[in-house]
T-cell receptor, first 119, second 115 residues
Framework: GAGVSQSPRYKVAKRGQDVALRCDPI?????LFWYQQALGQGPEFLTY????????KSGLPSDRFFAERPEGSVSTLKIQRTQQEDSAVYLC?????????????????FGPGTRLTVT | AQSVTQLDSHVSVSEGTPVLLRCNYS??????LFWYVQHPNKGLQLLLK??????LVKGINGFEAEFKKSETSFHLTKPSAHMSDAAEYFC?????????????FGTGTQLKVEL
């Protein structure tokens, strides 16, 4: 079946522009995560949704970053007034579990990422 | 707080020889640990995971890892490297976050396989 998809795959933005990155999780997956992967680094957690509820946004680096998942499926990560330090690959992952007791036992399925370059 | 340290940023092996990628973790409670592989321009793929069951975990493509609590380690091994194993490998530990399980990743180990 279809995996996690992300669009666009590549985005070039001029400094100061707003961007929107889309994630289509695997159908029926309750949990959705966003990660940021800077060049040469491991992914870093940004935010987590359980259905439409954003339960953790502790990793968002500034108030320029905003994420939503209004109907509990597709999610959008929006970055306002982009800066050069926002250049990174943004990864989305989904997982079938929304049960805290079982969450750790379920794999997170990752999309291919969106490579954002801010010039 | 959870963290993982990948001790080698680059590992080079010859095809057919063993692979060892090292990972040490820090966790305030019993951790769940994962190894992911990332091929160029591809998403992360789970190789294997440890979730408090057997300490020796077998994964896909012949990889395995052993959880050693006394050494706080979760090293990834494979008996015989194949050219297709060349990729970046990430060790990760999970932590609960309001019901979910966010992953904290290491900085990655680039595996090169030579003929």
């Amino acid at each position: 079946g279809a995996g996690v998809s992300q669009s666009p795959r590549y985005k070039v933005a001029k400094r100061g522009q707003d961007v929107a990155l889309r994630c289509d999780p695997i159908s029926g997956h309750v949990s959705l995560f966003w990660y940021q992967q800077a060049l040469g680094q491991g992914p870093e957690f940004l935010t987590y949704f359980q259905n439409e509820a954003q339960l953790d946004k502790s990793g968002l680096p500034s108030d320029r970053f905003f994420a939503e998942r209004p109907e509990g499926s597709v999610s959008t990560l929006k970055i306002q007034r982009t800066q050069q330090e926002d250049s990174a690959v943004y990864l989305c992952a989904s997982s079938p579990s929304g049960d805290a007791r079982l969450a750790e036992k379920y794999e997170q399925y990752f999309g291919p990422g969106t490579r954002l370059t801010v010039t | 707080a959870q963290s993982v340290t990948q001790l080698d940023s680059h590992v080079s092996v010859s095809e057919g020889t063993p692979v060892l990628l090292r990972c040490n973790y820090s966790s305030s409670y019993s951790p769940s640990l994962f190894w992911y592989v990332q091929h160029p321009n591809k998403g992360l793929q789970l190789l294997l995971k440890y979730t408090s069951a057997a300490t020796l975990v077998k994964g896909i493509n012949g990889f395995e890892a052993e959880f050693k609590k006394s050494e706080t380690s979760f090293h990834l091994t494979k008996p015989s490297a194949h050219m297709s194993d060349a990729a970046e490998y990430f060790c990760a530990v999970s932590a609960f976050t309001g019901g979910g399980n966010k992953l904290t990743f290491g900085t990655g180990t680039q595996l090169k396989v030579e003929l």
